[in-house]
């Protein structure tokens, strides 16, 4: 019912940057949130930021003043622009979205997508 395709991974050397941008397309009534999550191998998911349809926004601390999203609700689109990677930020990237179906309008569901590999290495 609802898809949710991730692009922008890749290769990057350290202090370098990327944009990840997520479409969430399908059977959607509404969408409340959408956001960005990492994992890292041998380490659980973390968020790295969220924001709201309203474009209230959530980072973790490590990586505030360097990643910034943003939303665009008339696409259903997500974006990461991610500025000074580090090597720790290499990771699979996770979009996740917030969002009630035509089917069902007044609950909500996280949706995630497949996963967006970025590496940060010289």
């Known amino acids: 019912q609802v898809q949710l395709v991730e692009s922008g991974g890749g290769l990057v050397q350290p202090g370098g940057s990327l944009r990840l941008s997520c479409a969430a397309s399908g059977s959607i009534f509404s969408i409340n949130a959408m956001g960005w999550y990492r994992q890292a191998p041998g380490k659980q998911r973390e968020l790295v930021a969220a924001i709201t349809s309203g474009g209230s926004t959530n980072y973790a601390d490590s990586v505030k003043g360097r990643f910034t999203i943003s939303i665009n609700n008339a696409k259903n689109t997500v974006y990461l622009q991610m500025n000074s990677l580090k090597p720790e930020d290499t990771a699979v990237y996770y979009c996740?979205?917030?969002?009630?179906?035509?089917?069902?309008?007044?609950?909500?569901?996280?949706?995630w997508g497949q996963g967006t590999q970025v590496t940060v290495s010289s």
């Open positions: 996740n979205a917030r969002l009630a179906v035509l089917s069902s309008r007044f609950r909500e569901y996280d949706y």
